[in-house]
């Protein structure tokens, strides 16, 4: 009966939650929505569909600018955000059920924040995108028992985060290293930690000097800034 009533709160409280953000974004940023559509031009031709990946992080940033044509329709762009809210909140509690924490109320926070981030037109959607991929990526990580398994598995999603989301792959790996310290015990851990620290620098160094064209400090923080 305890668990059927704790099952039914929480149902009410992801509800609440996710009509909450579809209100705010759908009725009070409104226009914030149709701006962020009116200073980007997505364009379906070869030639700016492949400049995306002649930087990091250009996958988050191709379907980001590609839902956010859409945001010229504000209710469409409400529905778009509250969904990928909703994915950040699923993936979120996937890995605290894990972990053995069963609660609503942290998984809860990240719709908050994202609420918050996305007020601000220098937030683009690609970021929400390239965190809920880190989500996605730890949580298959995590997922998987044998150490030598899960370590080739990290150095490949590690590869697809770096090049598909750019400054977004260091929460991968900080999240990977995390996980190894606080729940994998033995000496081969070790290993593991020091080869995934050692590719955060390396691969964003060779990959600004054998293959893309851009400032060396951009290869550690695109799509990100400053």
Known sequence: MKLAADNI????????????????????????????????????????LTGFFQEPGGLICLLGSFFTQFFRIPWLGAILLTLSGFLVYQQTRAIFMKQGLKGVLFPLLPLALLAALHSNHNFPLAFTLGYLLSLVCFNLYISISKNRLRFLAGLALYAFMYYGAG????????????????????????????????????????????GYLIPLKEAWLLPVSF
């Open 167 to 210: 400054v977004f792959s260091f929460l991968t790996i900080f999240l990977f290293i995390l996980y190894e310290i606080l729940h994998i015990k033995g000496t081969q851990r070790y290993f593991f930690i020091l080869t995934l620290g050692i590719l955060s620098f390396l691969v964003p160094y060779l990959s600004w000097k054998y």
């Open 9 to 48: 709160y929480k149902n009410i409280a992801i509800s609440v939650s996710l009509v909450g953000l579809l209100v705010y974004f759908g009725v009070f940023n409104r226009y914030h929505l149709i701006y962020l559509e009116q200073i980007q031009l997505f364009r379906y031709s070869a030639d700016y």
